[in-house]
């Protein structure tokens, strides 16, 4: 019996063999996902985003855009305090400005999926359907439909499985997230 508690040499190298084991089992996974992990939280923050619009559009009594750049592969949000149902700075004022690539790496509006939206409708090329490119949230609570499309840009051979697609309903505002499985959305 032992009366120090402390580890001998052989039960040290076991420990440190355990974990390296682990660590070589796991890490290629890991880094494997790392794509999904990006494009799943890239979609939680652009519902966020929606959400927030909704939110502050119903809070203030004024419409609030969510303006996607799909050239510069972001969006703006903003006050819509003219009306007219695109941003114009001023007197649109922005509240918020996020680029989809610097703050997700790898990730991009665009959609490969299956050609069709979760709807049935074509895919749009630049990876947004909303009319002229613009969510529209109004003080009802309702907005313009549409959606946006996000897939990791550098994972060729598996990024369509995946690709996210998150649609905004007419009379409700509610976005919703949906996956390509390869076959159809869910």
């Not at 690539?101 to 990730?107: D, F, K, N, S, V």
């Amino acid at each position: 019996m032992r009366g120090t508690g402390a580890f001998t040499l052989l039960e040290l190298t076991v420990a440190l063999a355990v974990v390296a084991v682990a660590t070589a089992v796991g890490l290629p996974r890991i880094l494997a996902n790392l794509p999904t992990y990006r494009v799943n939280a890239a979609a939680r923050h652009l519902v966020a985003d929606f959400r927030l619009a909704k939110t502050l559009a119903v809070e203030r009594g004024v419409p609030v855009l969510v303006a996607f750049t799909p050239a510069a592969q972001g969006y703006r949000v903003a006050y819509d305090h003219d009306g007219d149902d695109r941003l114009t700075v001023p007197p649109d004022e922005v509240l918020k400005a996020v680029t989809v690539p610097l703050a997700y790496p790898g990730i991009g509006l665009a959609a490969y999926g299956a050609g069709t939206s979760p709807g049935g409708d074509p895919l749009p090329a630049d990876g947004v359907s909303f009319f002229e490119d613009v969510a529209r949230f109004s003080p009802s609570g309702g907005a313009l439909a549409g959606a946006v499309y996000l897939t990791p840009t550098a994972d060729q051979p598996s990024r369509s499985l995946r690709e996210r697609g998150i649609t905004v309903t007419v009379t409700t505002g509610r976005a919703r997230v949906y996956r390509w499985t390869g076959t159809g959305w869910e």
